[in-house]
């Protein structure tokens, strides 16, 4: 299972992290990912990391501004947002999948992330 969190309302240009914790399941052995979705809108991808912690991978619209990472010892995924934008407003979901998954096998509740302009 895992639970998502640190969502909220921030300024346009500022900052929020968002955090995931798994319960049921090791980061350390996962492939993970982030995604979101805003309203009327289908769920889009934003940034993934390797079970391995060594690659990484953005969408073009947060590339630069976004940075994931995780927390073996916390058994955590991160997400650190910034310079935010108002199109950056939408439900955030976390993800994970094995390394023997083509799809992502788990997903957090999703927590939202509201920018104000």
């Known amino acids: 299972q895992l639970q998502a969190s640190g969502g909220g309302l921030v300024q346009a240009g500022g900052s929020l992290r968002l955090s995931c914790a798994a319960s049921?399941?090791?980061?350390?052995?996962?492939?993970t990912g982030w995604f979101r979705q805003a309203p009327g809108k289908e769920r889009e991808f934003v940034a993934a990391?390797?079970?391995?912690?060594?690659?990484?991978d953005y969408a073009a619209y947060v590339k630069g501004r976004f940075t994931i990472s995780k927390d073996n010892a916390k058994n955590t995924v991160d997400l650190q947002m910034n310079s935010l934008k108002p199109e950056d407003t939408a439900v955030y979901y976390c993800?994970?999948?094995?390394?023997?998954?083509?799809?992502?096998?788990?997903w957090g509740q999703g927590t939202l992330v509201t920018v104000s302009s």
């Open positions: 990391l390797s079970w391995s912690g060594i690659t990484t």
């Open positions: 049921g399941l090791t980061f350390r052995w996962y492939s």
């Open positions: 993800a994970a999948r094995s390394r023997v998954a083509n799809e992502y096998e788990f």
